[in-house]
T-cell receptor, first 116, second 112 residues
Framework: DAGVIQSPRHEVTEMGQEVTLRCKPI?????LFWYRQTMMRGLELLIY????????DSGMPEDRFSAKMPNASFSTLKIQPSEPRDSAVYFC??????????????FGEGSRLTVL | SQKIEQNSEALNIQEGKTATLTCNYT??????LQWYRQDPGRGPVFLLL?????KEKRKERLKVTFDTTLKQSLFHITASQPADSATYLC???????????FGSGTQLTVLP
């Protein structure tokens, strides 16, 4: 399996622009998580989906952030408009909970976002 | 408030020694606790999971302990090697929550 695939790996944009980050989870996984990592705050959960349905979006910082999962193999995280404080590495992770509930997460390589 | 704390931001040890990393938590009752490794520019990679009813778990040179009374997990790497240099993150889930909450990580450097 190719693992969790994220794109783009790096994104540099200007304040006010729209940013779309993409994620393809591991085939067959039924949970998908979006995390953000910064030096100051570490890894923070933004939102997670189960079977394509958003379950908990309480970590989404504000209305400028939105996430969708139109099907089991694709999710997007959108920031509109972007601000310099959104600069971070955004990780997507997936998980299969149907088994012995080991709970381990499989992370992608991340999308490093820089907002100027 | 809920908190997960990992010992010192950075830990340097000599090759061949045992590295011991600490994860303390407050106001959680975790069902299980996990440890991940993260290399620069990469995503975290799962290493070990330990359940609340387990005291210790081992995998090759790695050992994890879990003390729910002390609210602490210890992560040991025996016979450490320079290739073990990375940031190690503890993470836990509690109750019916499905999501993992991560500590801030400890950066380990094994000196040759």
């Amino acid at each position: 399996d190719a693992g969790v695939i994220q794109s783009p790996r790096h994104e540099v944009t200007e304040m006010g622009q729209e940013v779309t980050l993409r994620c393809k989870p591991i085939s067959g996984h039924d949970y998908l998580f979006w995390y953000r990592q910064t030096m100051m705050r570490g890894l923070e959960l933004l939102i997670y989906f189960n079977n394509n349905v958003p379950i908990d979006d309480s970590g989404m910082p504000e209305d400028r952030f939105s996430a969708k999962m139109p099907n089991a193999s694709f999710s997007t995280l959108k920031i509109q408009p972007s601000e310099p404080r959104d600069s971070a590495v955004y990780f997507c992770a997936s998980n299969l909970r149907g088994r012995a509930n080991t709970g381990e997460l499989f992370f992608g390589e991340g999308s490093r976002l820089t907002v100027l | 408030s809920q908190k997960i704390e990992q010992n010192s931001e950075a830990l340097n040890i000599q090759e061949g020694k045992t590295a011991t990393l600490t994860c303390n938590y407050t106001n959680y009752s975790p069902a299980y606790l996990q440890w991940y490794r993260q290399d620069p520019g990469r995503g975290p990679v799962f290493l070990l999971l330990i359940r609340e009813n387990e005291k210790e778990k081992r995998k090759e040179r790695l050992k994890v302990t879990f003390d729910t009374t002390l609210k602490q997990s210890l992560f040991h790497i025996t016979a450490s090697q320079p290739a073990d240099s990375a940031t190690y993150l503890c993470a836990l889930t509690a109750g019916s929550a499905r999501q993992l909450t991560f500590g801030s990580g400890t950066q380990l450097t094994v000196l040759p």
